[in-house]
């Protein structure tokens, strides 16, 4: 069994969708934690650790035999968690970090301000010490949108912003939730999500998990 940590509902059809997809008979458990968010949010990412900490080894009590965190934002305190869990722990965004490294001019899209560092200093870590700009671009009022429920809206908000970027080899787009705004776009320059590669990658952990 893969578990999900979440921090949003809207996240689980869409992994059922992409497992049913690419990962037909994989067991997937949906942890959902809205709380973790919001918290990170008004008070740091490393406030959430010890919650996050007690719901890796919950998962594994159960019988997950790996973790992967979809949420940005504390996408690290997870993926930190993972010793004192005793199963791998992954989180969504470092495979599209690690294929943005190779590039040399990188834009990181995000609805959440609390969203680009993480992913900055990520994208920059799978750099490995190669030097690449990076450029983000927080998408003034999408977020709101997001928490009303007007997903047409907000990932047209996402799209009409990934448009307006011209200086860039490639474009990330921070959160699991914009994925569906490439749909939209018109740009040339190539864009990546994190759902895709992100579940590929917790799947094959789950293979060799414990």
Known sequence: MLALLHTSPVHVPVFDALRDQDHPGTRLRHLVHEELLARAVAEGPESVAPAVAAILAGAAAEGARAVLCTCSTIGAVAEAGAAGAGIPVLRLDRPMAARAARARRVVVVA????????????????????????????????????????????????????????DADVIVLA????????????????????????????????????
Request: aromatic share 4%; proline share 4%.
């Open 175 to 210: 959160q699991a939730s914009m994925a569906g705004a490439t749909a939209l776009t018109t740009t040339a320059v190539p864009v990546l999500t994190s759902p895709g590669p992100g579940l590929r990658a917790a799947v094959r952990a789950s293979a060799h998990g414990r």
């Open 111 to 166: 609805a959440l301000g609390s969203t680009l560092g993480p992913t900055e200093a990520l994208i920059r870590e799978e750099c490995a010490g190669r030097r690449a700009g990076i450029r983000t671009v927080l998408v003034e009022g999408a977020w709101e949108l997001f928490l009303a429920g007007d997903r047409d809206g907000y990932l047209t908000a996402v799209a009409a912003a990934v448009d307006g970027v011209d």
